[in-house]
């Protein structure tokens, strides 16, 4: 049980530490392949359990992997191999039986049970094995024929593209093989898939912290005058400094980075534009290490002549936001569906006199994870699939919302968006490594 204290420490550390908070890829590996056994051994029973699933299949190709085969296999498997088919079997003392059915020393040889061992036309045939040389269709077929499960996950989905990964024409090539008993077995892991990918361990959950750590030290830097020079910098100068940092450091950065300008009574300036006092500066980034992906949207101000703080008004905005957040988090409970928490949500704001818009979403191996989604930005009465999802704990969300503030003193309003991750777990939310409650100010 990770205690409510153990979240609660600095929110960002130096730029000048940010490097040695990497570890070395070997390290990286090491340390990602001891967290896959875990999750085979603690998570992957709890959902197949829970998805009433005693055996899931995972086909794809090299190249056309499906969206759960990369959080299965060892770090070092990057693609699949030729065809690739995983299987998992949840036995009646609640105990995960993991078998591949794929050529061996690809990398899963430590990892999974090889099941196809007599290759037909190929030199792996063993002689002396117990069945005539196979397919891997039909070692599959062979392995349900013994194993009698009463059902059978296929990853097929209406809603979620983390539970549609299997082809057609490896749909196909399974069922040519199977009995029909058996295909009749059928189910949708759809929700199996989700379950799977959206559930942090423990370990994850602590790490997730020093993740976010990173995140936040990169945009302090970014948006302090160690880069930022006001009458010279452009916001796309700053983009690209975090965008390399990203780089540098060795990490991924999981979508393109955004750095805008709201500007007083001109409001957000498109494209790019030279940075200038009174503005504010907005950004949008999100890198991924140890396989866990961040999301983070923050803001500064750009310091006039004789200020040393941002105006008031300008603050208070910021606080309505901050508002909003503690809204959202505190309908978030177990077993409430994405549409409900997007509807308490806004009921509550729009109550209290805000003008919110919500558009969360789950985080995790992807950067817009499997789980429920909580709103779109162009769909705030709700979103049908993805938003009936319920919420679970031990899962990571990207809060991302924003509030509309009208500003007299600009003569206008303008949209305050904030964006951070947090943890649902122990039925309490925790903000990972902090919050954004005061702007960047920068000289």
């Avoid at 930022?228 to 400094?241: E, L, Q, R």
């Avoid at 300008?261 to 500066?281: A, Q, W, Y």
């Avoid at 789950?362 to 993805?386: C, E, F, K, N, S």
């Avoid at 500003?407 to 490594?433: I, P, Q």
Wanted: glycine residues 6%; aromatic residues 10%; contains cysteine.
């Amino acid at each position: 049980m990770i205690s409510k204290e153990a979240f609660l420490v600095e929110s960002t550390v130096s730029a000048e530490d940010l490097r040695k908070k990497i570890l070395p890829y070997r390290e990286q590996e090491r340390i990602r392949n001891e967290w896959l056994v875990e999750r085979f051994e603690t998570v992957l029973p709890r959902i197949m359990k829970r998805c009433g699933i005693d055996l899931w299949v995972v086909a794809c190709n090299e190249y056309n992997e499906d969206p759960v085969f990369c959080s299965m296999v060892p770090a070092a498997m990057i693609t699949a191999r030729r065809t690739a088919i995983l299987a998992f079997h949840l036995n009646e003392e609640g105990k995960i039986r993991r078998m591949a059915l794929t050529r061996p020393n690809i990398g899963l040889d430590d990892y999974y049970e090889l099941m196809w061992t007599n290759q037909k036309g190929s030199a792996w045939q063993d002689p002396n094995a117990p069945y005539p040389p196979e397919t891997q269709f039909e070692c599959l077929a062979r392995i349900i024929r013994e194993l009698d499960p009463k059902s059978i996950g296929f990853n097929m989905s209406e809603n979620f593209a983390f539970g549609d990964g299997l082809t057609h024409t490896l749909y196909k090539k399974m069922i040519e093989e199977m009995d029909e008993k058996y295909i009749e077995r059928i189910v949708s892991a759809e929700n199996l898939c989700v379950g799977w990918l959206e559930t942090r361990t423990e370990r994850e959950m602590a790490a997730y912290t020093g993740i976010m750590q990173i995140a936040h030290a990169m945009i302090d830097e970014a948006f302090s005058s160690r880069v930022v020079t006001p009458g010279i910098t452009t916001n796309a100068d700053v983009k690209y400094f975090m965008m390399q940092k990203v780089i540098d450091l060795g990490l991924v950065p999981w979508f393109d980075f955004s750095v805008s300008i709201t500007r007083e009574k001109v409001g957000t300036l498109r494209g790019e534009h030279v940075i200038m006092p009174g503005d504010i500066l907005h950004c949008d980034v999100g890198l991924k290490y140890l396989g866990l992906c961040t999301d983070t949207q923050e803001n500064a101000y750009v310091l006039k002549l004789g200020e040393t703080d941002a105006p008031q008004y300008l603050k208070d905005s910021l606080r309505q936001t901050n508002r909003f957040q503690e809204i959202v988090c505190s309908n978030y409970k177990e077993g409430r569906s994405g549409n409900e928490i997007l509807k308490l949500s806004l009921e509550q704001a729009f109550a209290e006199g805000l003008k919110p818009s919500l558009y969360t979403h789950p985080i995790g191996y992807h950067g817009h994870g499997a789980g429920p989604t909580i709103g779109l930005t162009d769909m705030q009465g709700g979103v049908p699939g993805r938003g009936d999802y319920l919420l679970y704990n031990d899962t990571a969300y990207s809060l991302e919302l924003n509030c509309t503030v009208d500003v007299k003193e600009w003569e206008t309003s303008f949209r305050m968006c904030l964006e951070t991750d947090v943890l649902f777990t122990n039925d309490e939310v925790y903000y990972l490594a902090g919050r954004q409650e005061n702007f960047h100010l920068i000289k």
